[in-house]
């Protein structure tokens, strides 16, 4: 299937259009977390060049989530940042470039594993008329970042760094898991959307608890991902 999504991108265009697109989201990004703020040099350097050096993909909307958890969890190591960065965008690339490749995989992967292990929650969605494509992207885009308050983005990276999209499914089926009560608890579509679009970054969580939880789900994504690759 062909994902349509109202994301921004940069590629064919100019080098001062491209500026422009990063400098407005950065204003955006983590916004209410003051420590960003100094860092947005640093985090507009890794996002110009990646973009510049890779005009396949150019630059689009939710790298600038990414490149800013690295910057902080890297704070003196802009070098590091950047080659993390890079090495984000080569395994997830087809969350980015044309036509989502890897963000249609990963819903298809998504919807099989929540009807099986959180039925109960995915039926709940589904009966409130929230399908995974209306939450899932703002996740996965931003790798969290709008989904997670930073501290718990930054745990989660490494996680990310070492799985790759076996990665982002693990965290997003332990965060729903951990958050179900919560979740299960909104009654309509416009209260669940918000609820995980947006509350979830300003509640508290803990995100070495995340990660183990999630660490817990990749046997069961790992033989979901087998299946789903073989069928």
């Not at 420590?35 to 510049?52: E, G, H, N, S, W």
């Not at 929540?114 to 008329?129: D, M, N, P, Q, V």
Request: hydrophobic share 45%.
């Amino acid at each position: 299937p062909v994902l349509h999504l109202s994301v921004s991108t940069t590629m064919d265009r100019s080098p001062s259009e491209l500026i422009e697109n990063i400098r407005n989201d950065l204003e955006r990004t983590f916004a209410d977390v003051p420590m960003v703020a100094p860092r947005k040099p640093q985090i507009f350097r890794i996002l110009q060049d990646y973009a510049t050096n890779n005009p396949d993909i150019g630059y689009t909307q939710g790298m600038n989530y990414v490149a800013a958890t690295l910057v902080l969890k890297f704070p003196n190591r802009e070098d590091l940042a950047r080659r993390r960065f890079s090495e984000v965008l080569l395994q997830l690339y087809g969350f980015w470039s044309d036509d989502f490749p890897l963000m249609v995989f990963g819903v298809r992967l998504f919807e099989r594993l929540a009807e099986t292990h959180l039925k109960a929650l995915f039926e709940h969605f589904l009966s409130c008329g929230v399908e995974p494509l209306s939450y899932l992207p703002n996740g996965w885009l931003s790798l969290f970042g709008k989904w997670l308050p930073l501290p718990a983005v930054i745990e989660a990276m490494d996680l990310v760094l070492e799985c790759g999209v076996r990665g982002v499914l693990a965290v997003t089926l332990a965060l729903f898991q951990i958050q179900q009560k919560r979740l299960m608890s909104a009654k309509a579509m416009e209260e669940l959307l918000e609820l995980i679009n947006q509350d979830m970054r300003t509640s508290p969580i803990d995100g070495e608890l995340l990660v183990k939880c999630a660490r817990l789900w990749l046997p069961v994504v790992d033989e979901a991902f087998c299946d789903m690759c073989g069928s």
